[in-house]
């Protein structure tokens, strides 16, 4: 699937939109008022809401007070982990999919870099995280002794972001969930409060914005040649789509990514394509592929050259989602752009 495929290239072109919620309201616990600067292993141990119990991904964890050392593998497990403001926290990051979204850059780059994808156990373990937070499953990949269970054994706690592991449609409770499980782990619940208050206002603005526009079909052309690589109904990306005023044409596929055909691209007529920008093959270079291809000539999508562009960055479990919904949005249907 996927979410083992990493790395992927391009920024979000609207992260200026992004909203750090670090500075959002005060934080009150046994350590008294403290403002919303990043808390950190250094700072007092916020004990309001402990212990805290969750269940993630199967895996049921209580915590007493919120871990000191974190380590985040995948870029949207750290852009979750930053947006809350908990770069203090972290004592190791690896594996971006593309560039830090701007509004984290400078919190990020205090934070060891321990590998430019996986780093190995030996790597993992001597930043001595007490807590590790995966984007991908692949973060926590058996063979390489990343395994949950091994990494407990450890004593270590761990977290996987739920679209990983997810049974049925992922939606923006979904990423509303996440948010708000990280921060309760860490105890700021009200930063994760705050954040999710502002991601239900952009997306209640975008729709606004489409309120009375008729959906555009929509295929994602994520990759392949002989076979296209697409976003089926499952994940994230099918949500994103809806919310932006478009229809997937392959939402009957139960996954959130899946290989299908040529010969049903051309059967189901998407009016618009949307391109994951990622990898070393260009969005030129797979407009190109999609306009060469002789099956494809009567596809509107392709006649019309009528073509989305998004980092697939944006359309993991993130928190890029709510501005991601408003970028594509603008994208399909140009004429709400404001």
């Known amino acids: 699937m996927r979410f083992a495929v990493p790395p992927r290239l391009r920024a ?5 939109l992004l909203i750090p919620v670090a500075a959002c309201g005060a934080d009150s616990g046994s350590g008294g008022s403290r403002s919303g600067a990043d808390s950190g292993p250094g ?13 993630n991904c199967g895996v049921k964890t209580t915590y007493d007070a919120p871990p000191k050392r974190a380590v985040t593998l995948n870029q949207h497990a750290t852009e979750i982990m930053l947006a809350l403001g908990l770069s203090r926290s972290m004592v190791g990051t690896a594996y971006l999919d593309d560039h830090i979204a701007p509004a984290y850059k400078k919190a ?33 990949d058996a063979k390489d002794g990343r395994a949950r269970d091994d990494l407990a054994g450890s004593g270590i706690d761990t977290r996987l972001d739920i679209e990983s592991c997810a049974k049925g449609k992922v939606t923006l409770d979904d990423l509303y969930r996440e948010v708000t499980e990280v921060g309760r782990t860490f105890g700021v619940q009200d930063r994760a409060a705050a954040w999710v208050k502002s991601a239900k206002a952009r997306v209640a603005a975008t729709a ?82 999609l306009e060469d291809d002789p099956v494809l000539k009567d596809v509107p999508a392709v006649k019309n050259r009528r073509f989305a562009v998004m980092p697939l960055s944006n359309v993991v479990l993130g928190v890029r989602v709510p501005d991601a919904i408003g970028d594509l949005a603008r994208q399909l249907h140009p004429e709400t752009a404001k």
């Open 12 to 16: 979000l072109a609207v992260a200026a």
């Open 43 to 55: 700072s007092t141990a916020h004990r309001a809401g402990f212990p805290y119990t969750v269940t």
């Open 108 to 140: 990020y780059d205090t934070v060891p870099v321990l590998a430019k994808e996986y780093p190995s156990k030996e790597r993992l373990l001597a930043a001595n995280p007490d807590f590790v937070y995966g984007g991908y499953a692949s973060a926590f």
């Open 208 to 289: 606004a914005r489409l309120k009375g526009v008729k959906p555009v079909s929509v295929m994602v052309y994520d990759s392949g040649d002989k076979a296209p690589f697409t976003a089926g109904g499952s994940g994230i990306g099918n949500e994103i789509i809806t919310r932006a005023g478009g229809t997937n044409v392959f939402a009957d596929l139960p996954k959130s990514f899946s290989d299908t055909s040529w010969e049903q691209v051309v059967a189901r007529k998407p009016q618009a394509i949307v391109i994951y920008d990622y990898g070393g093959t260009t969005v030129a270079q797979k407009e190109k592929r």
